[in-house]
Structures are given as C-alpha cells and as structure tokens.
C-alpha cells in the first residue's frame, strides 16, 4: 500500500512538472508571437511614415528641379504588364511622351481644356493603376521631372485619393503648393519683402553668434511662408 501511494505520488510530479513545463513552452510561443507581431507593426507604422514624407517632399517646390536623390533619373513604366488596367487613356499619354507633345512646364494647365484633360487622365491612370508601391513611385519620380506642375499635382492628388494603398496620405492644400493662384501681387510682394528681412536677420544673428555669417539661399523662404500675414493660422 506504502508503494502504490509513493507510486501515485510520484506519477503525481511528473504530471505537475510536464504541465508547468507545457506552460512556460506555451508563455514563450506567445511572447516570441507577440514580439514579432509588435515589431512587424512597426515597420509597418514606419514604412507609412516614410512614403508620407516622401508625398509631402515631392511637391515641395514643385515648379523648381526635385531635389529627391531617390527620384534622380528615372523613367516612367511603359510595360502594360506592370498596370492593374492599361487602357486608350495611358496608351495615348504614352505616345504624347515618346513625340513630345506634352504641357510645357511653364504653360498654365486647366483640366477644362481638352488636350491638358486628355493628357492629366492618362498620367492619373498611370499613376493608379501601377501595381505596386514601387512602381507608383517609380512614376511619380519620372512625373515630378518632366511635367507640368499642375498637371503633375492634379493627377497625384487624384491617385492618392483611388489607390488603396494611399487611402490615408494626404498632399498640402493647393494654395500651400501654388499660393501664386490664390493671392494678389500685392500680397505676395510683402511676403518675399517679410522672407527677404528674416534672412537677413538670421545672417546677422548667425554672424554674432560665431563670428561669421551663414550663406543662406532666399530660395529656401518661400513666398507664401509667414502665415499670420497670410491670415492662414487663423483659418485653414
């Protein structure tokens, strides 16, 4: 009797033991699970990031040369293979390119004249229909170097709206991207004499601060910076 209890009790550890052992293998399955989820995540968040910023730069003054290293020549994907859909639409944007009868850059562009609407929907099928990411990218790189600039904002800002892998990225408002539409002569003129006065100053500080002044470009003030002359910071 003495044996079958010291048996039973025995047989009794081994069964707790196997089971805390099953516990703590069943503990770290799930915290390797979760630490992979959380650092998948992550990247994920991060990746986001990434392509807003780079949403964000691209049309960064946009009439002037891209300054991306990333979008630095490349060219735009012809391949019907690489489109969900490559339709007469792309096909013809596509042919515009190949004999150059493209909106000029320094042309004003309305989607109401009908070879600039002809030429915005190609370029808006080319940019919505790209397979991927990449090849999204890819285009709009190509774009942003040999469009027009409202053109190449009309069509971004419409693909970005279809695209699902774009449905949370946002563009500036158009009078941030083309404030020259939006505001007189007048206005304008006090902005760039308001931008010109804070270089100035900040040379002069700079000078003060380390005994020599920086060179600072006007180019990186921008004509529509200084909001509260703008009246933007009350009502956007």
Known sequence: YELQLLFNANKI?????????????????????????????????YALLEA????????????EPVALPECQDLQFVKDAAQY????????RFVQDVQHQRLLPRNDFFSAVVRTHH??????????????DWTLFKQNVCWART????????????????HRKDCEIFVLPPIYEIFPQHFFNSEV???????SKKKVEMAQIQSHANNGMAS??????WQTWQGGKLMGLRERR
């Open 146 to 161: 040999h469009i027009n600039p409202g053109m190449f904002v009309y069509a971004l800002d419409l693909a970005i709206r």
């Open 84 to 91: 969900t859909k490559f339709d007469s639409d792309m096909q």
């Open 52 to 63: 807003q910023k780079f949403l964000l730069e691209i049309v960064w003054h946009v009439q």
């Open 13 to 45: 550890r081994v069964y707790c033991k196997m089971r805390l052992l099953f516990l703590l293998l069943c503990c770290t399955v799930a915290f390797s699970c979760c630490t992979a989820v959380e650092e998948k995540e992550t990247n994920n968040v």
């Open 215 to 220: 060179e600072t470009s006007p180019h990186n």
């Open 188 to 194: 304008i003129h006090r902005a760039m004499t308001v």
């Open 118 to 131: 002809q030429q915005v929907l190609g370029l808006y099928k080319l940019l919505t229909y790209a397979k």
